[in-house]
């Protein structure tokens, strides 16, 4: 009996007639769906709820960012087992099942009395949502349905994440101010319930569920060199003790997890920040509406430039953004200055998910990136799982946030280490000739 992975792993697609719209497009739909509800009503409305939660409950800004603490340690340390089922069960069912524990989370968020009820939601329905409907998932799928495109489709369902950015806070922000904040979360725990349609219909877990052989051709451009290569590292199937030895599997770990902690916790403190320079309401959230526009941009260039220039110059060109926004955050303390840097850091933003998504996709390829993804996360614990805290930490005993400004510098330094080695790694003989062997046995097998 053959396991998931074998169905996964595709053979370069021959050439055949476009027929209309390829149905992977309409999975990168559905999956950009998903990453829309979760980072529109998690991640990017973060700086809301800790804001909205410091005058509720009154509480030192170091317990108020234990919500991030719980949201990434829980997201974490369940990871592997969902990667798992990722890889061998159907991701159309685990992904409304995320979605129905998401507006569960909203919901009965909605009635806490107290800080320890909110940690506590945050712990458990909120990171099964975040698991089943987000990058994991999104990414698994989405490696089955391409190989030619495969960047560029990533990057695409990633602009989910940012048009609920763009949408979710404002509005969120305006059913807080207009009704109460209770009200404002049962609302987007039933906008959840109402997006199950889109992956009941428009979700399918490979092309050989339609009758397809995988990705069509695209008319009158002939096939990239490494095709073959790609197919070759789809149809290895990756052992999570293979994982764990693999050289390249710790460097994406050390790269993605300062890149995360980047990005989860200047989400968790901005508003924080901007509140200590006396700006709130609608001109917070209009920094966090600004960061989700630039990310979208960020997102569907990245994906396209992944395709073309490859993850390590890729990688490059989003440490710098990130530092460069940190800088005039760290300079320019001023309304000014905060729009400026949501501006720079939004373009950073943007390119986050899919080279952390991008990593383990082209290195162990479709039949074993929600694995690679899942026994990754639990390793970025003692980098993201501090990261918004300390901040609050550092805020709370000095009293700015000039010192969390360098810190997360310094996060993005080691981001762009990592990738040098990283890149050094890969071009290396052996890995080079692993690869060959991979792909002649590849072609062995499918005779």
Known sequence: MSTQADQT????????????????????????????????????????YTATFEDVFGAPRAQINLIETCLTVATNLLSPLAGILIDRWSIRHLMMIGMTAMGLGLMILSQAGTLLHIWVVWASLIPLGVLLIGAI?????????????????????????????????PFMTWMFLEWDWRTGLMVAGCICFA??????????????????SGEPAVPGQADAPDLAATAAVDARDWGIPDLLRSRIFWLQMIVSGSLLAVTLGMLANLSLH?????????????????????????KALTGYLMDRLGIQRCGYLICLFLSTGLLILLLVQTYTGL???????????????????????????????????GVMNPMHIPITATSAPLAGFI???TGSYNGVFWLYGGCCALAAIGLTIMGSVLRSPNHQQAIVRSALSHQEGSH
């Not at 209309?20 to 809301?48: D, E, K, N, R």
């Not at 997006?195 to 397809?212: A, C, E, H, K, T």
């Not at 720079?344 to 390829?365: C, D, E, K, Q, S």
């Open 339 to 373: 729009l400026a840097g949501a501006f720079v850091m939004g373009l950073g933003y943007g390119g986050v998910v899919p080279i952390w998504t991008n990593m383990p996709a082209r290195t162990f390829g479709a039949g074993s990136v929600g694995r690679a993804l």
């Open 195 to 212: 997006f199950l349609p889109i992956f009941y219909w428009l979700v399918r877990n490979q092309p050989s569920d339609l009758g397809l």
């Open 274 to 298: 901007a509140k200590d320079l006396g700006v709130t309401g609608q001109s917070t959230a209009l920094l966090y509406s600004i960061i989700a526009v630039c990310s979208f941009s960020g």
């Open 137 to 169: 998932p999104s990414a698994a799928l989405i490696s089955r349905w391409f190989i030619r495109r495969r960047g560029l489709a990533l990057g695409l369902a990633a602009t989910g994440s940012s048009l609920g950015g763009f949408l979710m806070p």
């Open 9 to 48: 792993a595709q053979k370069p697609p021959t050439e055949q007639p476009p027929a209309g719209i390829y149905p992977g497009w309409w999975v990168v739909f559905a999956t950009a769906s998903g990453q829309l509800i979760q980072g529109g009503f998690v991640f990017w409305s973060m700086g809301l």
């Open 395 to 397: 805020s709370d005993t």
